[in-house]
Structure formats: C-alpha cells, structure tokens
C-alpha cells in the first residue's frame, strides 16, 4: 500500500532563513508528487507537482522541490521564508497509472518567527 | 485550476442528525472526490464521486453513512449521516479535470458535532 511519511509535525524557522520540508514516500513505483499547503481556515492549495522529467520542479511563492528516487523522497525547499509562509504542508502521492487519488502525509506545521 | 465552492462552510449539528455538503465546481471536472480530515488529522479519502452512479468507497467507509450524489460534472453532495461526535471533522471537496492533472480543492467544511 502506498503511504507518505513526513517526519517533522512542527518546524520553526526564522523569517529570511532557508527551509526545507522532508517527505518520503513508500510505493512499487514512481508514483505521482505533489505538496499542498493549508493556510488557517482555508482549503489546500497546489504548490508543486511531480509527473516525470526534471527532477527539480518549481511552484507557486517561491517554493522548490526535488524528486530523488534512490531515497523515495520528495523534499520541499524555500530559499528565503516569509511570515506569510506560516501554514501546514502536505505531501502527497497518486499513482502513476493516471491520477486517480491522493494518499497525504500528516503534514508538517510551519511556524515563522521573526 | 478550476474554483470549488463548498456549502456550508462550518455547521455545529446535534448528534443523531444528518448534514448535506454541497461542492460546485465553476466547470465541468471528469473526477470529484471527498476527503476527511479529522483534528490535528492529515486528509483521508473517503470516496470518489461517479457522475450517474454510485460513489467508490474507500476501506473504513460506507455509503449508509456518507451517501454521496454526483448528478452532473460539475457538482456533488457528501451526507454525514446519523452524526455522533467523532464525525466532527472538516470534510473537502477536489476535482480533477482527469488522468496526469492535479487535484485542486475547495475550502472545506468544518463540521462540529455536539
């Protein structure tokens, strides 16, 4: 069965520092990548997605991530982060036979400390 | 990206009632599907909407209790049947325009029970 893990519940991180989001995931094969992210009281929105190719995807605000697949991960990556940034963050995965449906991580709470 | 409104946005509902989400989409999206998240909770799938027939459900749900409709392509209803407390979650809606497209969402509803 296919399942994410996100081992990090909470980070804080200084406004202006690097960030970086662990997501490991556990499937017979490369599946479909994604990270969300929730903001208080409002539904999930698409940062990044990883169908193939490059291996280093860009998204929306700023945010990276890079698919290695020797370590089933899919890790997410923000040069400099912002207050606005605080928020949770999923990791996601669908199959890669078409996308049908979205198994989450627990999600990794991002807190920004000024 | 298409827009997904979700009604209600929040309800408080005795236990033992029933509640009604609603979840249009603002053009037509080949997959709908519903996702639970409890407090604190990742998201869960709980089913994928089939326009004209009936709902595909995941391990752990069933339709007498989450019977869902999806009359059209562009719109669907969860129902939160017999509520007790443990239902008190935030149920959202995501629709897919189809294979190898991501998933987007609407701003879900933060149902309480009492």
């Known amino acids: 069965a296919q399942s994410v893990t996100q081992p990090d519940i909470h980070i804080t991180v200084s406004e202006g520092a690097s960030l970086e989001l662990r997501c490991n995931y556990s499937?017979?094969?490369?599946?479909?990548l994604f990270w969300y992210v929730q903001s208080p009281g409002q539904g999930l929105q698409l940062l990044l997605k990883?169908?193939?190719?490059?291996?280093l995807v860009q998204g929306i605000k700023g945010f990276e991530a890079e698919f290695k697949r020797s370590q089933s991960s899919f890790n997410l990556r923000k040069p400099s982060v912002h207050w606005s940034d605080a928020a949770e963050y999923f990791c996601?995965?669908?199959?890669?036979?078409?996308?049908?449906?979205?198994?989450f991580g627990t999600g990794t709470r991002l807190l920004v400390s000024p | 990206s298409a827009v997904i409104s979700q009604k209600p946005s929040r309800d408080i509902c005795q236990r033992g009632t029933s509640l009604t989400i609603q979840c249009q989409v603002d053009?037509?999206?080949?997959?709908m599907f519903w996702y639970r998240q409890q407090p604190g909770q990742s998201l869960t799938l709980i089913a994928t909407?089939?326009?004209?027939?009936?709902?595909?459900?995941e391990s752990g749900f069933v339709i007498d209790k989450f019977p869902i409709s999806r009359p059209n392509l562009t719109f669907s209803t969860l129902t939160v049947s017999n509520m007790s407390p443990e239902d008190s979650s935030i149920y959202l809606c995501?629709?897919?325009?189809?294979?190898?497209?991501?998933?987007?969402f609407g701003q879900g509803t933060r149902l309480t029970v009492v």
């Open positions: 996601a995965v669908a199959p890669n036979t078409g996308f049908q449906k979205l198994v």
């Open positions: 499937y017979g094969a490369t599946p479909y």
């Open positions: 990883y169908f193939s190719g490059d291996t």
């Open positions: 053009s037509q999206v080949t997959m």
């Open positions: 909407a089939n326009q004209g027939s009936e709902a595909t459900y």
């Open positions: 995501s629709g897919s325009r189809g294979l190898d497209t991501e998933a987007f």
